[in-house]
């Protein structure tokens, strides 16, 4: 019994040793497709300017949060008490369909670029006196600039 005891106990051993590592991390595949024709990257990493990006989007769609109420942001989703902002920028403002918008909105003649974007939610009553959006109001420009790329981007996709 001692003989066999002594026998199994290395492999006791290094199996208990074994319990709880990590294992070594196996190879990771990518699968990269382009279009014919296209060159292949110079890398196989994201560019920086890329990751900054959905970090903006990401903060972008949590700071859309404060929007949620008021605001979708679908294709062919329903207004709530503002308009969806499926696709807004570029558009005219006062041009959601189904939404019933304030004299001065209509009137204003803005279109709605990334600028017009920031300067309306930083202040809509002083962006456009009379607007019926009196919520909304965000002082942060970063948080403006997030929920701007984010509107774009789910508008984008």
């Not at 920086?48 to 990006?53: D, F, G, L, V």
């Not at 709530?80 to 902002?85: A, E, M, S």
């Not at 809509?124 to 790329?149: F, Q």
Request: aromatic share 6%; charged share 15%; proline share 7%.
């Amino acid at each position: 019994m001692t003989v066999l005891f002594r026998a199994a106990a290395p492999i006791l051993v290094v199996t208990l040793a074994a319990c709880g590592s990590d294992p070594a991390p196996g190879p990771t595949e990518q699968i990269v497709v382009r279009e014919p024709g296209a060159e292949a990257p110079d890398s196989d990493t994201t560019p920086p300017a890329a990751e900054a990006n959905d970090s903006l989007i990401a903060a972008g769609k949590a700071a859309f949060n404060t929007c949620i109420a008021c605001h979708v942001v679908e294709k062919d989703g329903a207004n709530r008490v503002g308009p969806n902002l499926y696709g807004i920028v570029g558009q005219a403002a006062a041009s959601v369909e189904g939404f019933n918008y304030s004299d001065a909105l209509a009137s204003s003649g803005i279109t709605w670029t990334e600028e017009e974007l920031d300067a309306y939610i930083a202040n809509p009553a002083a962006k456009v006196p009379g607007t019926t959006m009196m919520a909304g109001a965000i002082t942060d420009a970063g948080r403006r600039e997030a929920i701007i790329a984010y509107i774009e981007n789910v508008s984008a996709n």
